[in-house]
């Protein structure tokens, strides 16, 4: 879970409590992932109220798990998504409330300065069938069938993941060129797998005694998301001999 940094987590001293980390410490946890970060830039976003990490009586700053997550998430997006610190931190802020937010994204360009975007979708973690079949523009028939050959399905609760309405977008949009969903069993099978092996790297990093490796999975995991699906998009482009913008 992110710190949470007008909470009791980021607050008060440090003089006892077990688990937190000096700065020297959490230097060499991110930098392995951030062969660049430095003391001065921890110190740097601290100042600019991405992180809030305890202190002890004499001031020596101590790092929880959670803070070095979070730092690790802001270097993160400043380095993939080159966004400003204060976007970041009004995003991040928003998911430790609990809030399903979209990332902004750098968009077209005004006067010479990239513009700010948020991508059309969902802004709820969940909803419910009514609003899946209205935001896909389908129908009950088309989402039992989809269901029927495994391409979407049900949470526990009988609500879905807000990202279900992009899958069932693009099943659609694939309808249209006559692409039937038993077609798309394959590629469905093809996800799994892929999930599978991102699953299997990040295993021992969830089971990991060390708080702050357990603490690198979910970021682990989205990472090697992301470069999955790049080669996946390479590989068909490859294949077909076409390259997309």
């Known amino acids: 879970m992110l710190h949470t ?15 937190l980390m000096s700065i020297g410490t959490v230097l060499n946890v991110l930098r392995d992932e951030f062969p ?6 921890i110190r740097f976003l601290e100042s600019e109220g991405l992180i809030e990490p305890r202190r002890t009586p004499s001031g020596y700053r101590k790092f929880s798990a959670g803070d070095v ?17 204060k976007v970041i931190r009004e995003y991040l802020d928003a998911m430790e409330r609990g809030e399903a937010v979209q990332l902004p994204v750098l968009g077209r360009q ?14 709820v973690a969940r909803i419910g069938r009514g609003e899946l ?16 050959y ?8 009988g609500v879905y993941d807000a990202e279900t309405v992009t899958v069932a977008s693009l099943v659609a949009e694939l309808g249209r060129f006559g692409i039937e969903p038993r077609h798309l069993r394959v590629m469905k099978a093809a996800a799994d797998r892929e999930a599978g092996l991102v699953d299997q790297v990040v295993a021992p990093l969830k089971r990991h005694r060390n708080p ?22 390479a590989l068909v482009q490859t294949a077909l001999g076409v390259r997309l913008p």
């Not at 660049?36 to 830039?41: D, L, P, R």
């Not at 005004?110 to 802004?123: A, S, Y």
């Not at 209205?134 to 989402?143: G, H, S, T, V």
């Open 5 to 19: 940094p007008s909470g009791g987590t980021g607050h008060g001293t440090a003089a006892t409590e077990p688990g």
């Open 212 to 233: 702050q490796t357990r603490a690198h999975a979910e970021a682990r995991t989205k990472e090697l998301a992301e470069l999955t699906v790049k080669l996946h998009a």
């Open 133 to 148: 079949l209205a935001a896909a523009d389908i129908d009950e028939n088309c989402l039992a069938e989809w269901e029927s």
């Open 150 to 157: 495994g391409l979407i399905a049900p949470l526990e609760d």
């Open 69 to 85: 997550e979070r730092l690790g998430h802001v270097l993160r997006m400043q380095r993939d998504h080159y966004l400003p610190l």
């Open 110 to 123: 005004r006067d010479g300065e990239p513009v700010l975007t948020v991508p059309e979708t969902p802004t």
């Open 36 to 41: 660049e970060v430095t003391i001065s830039k």
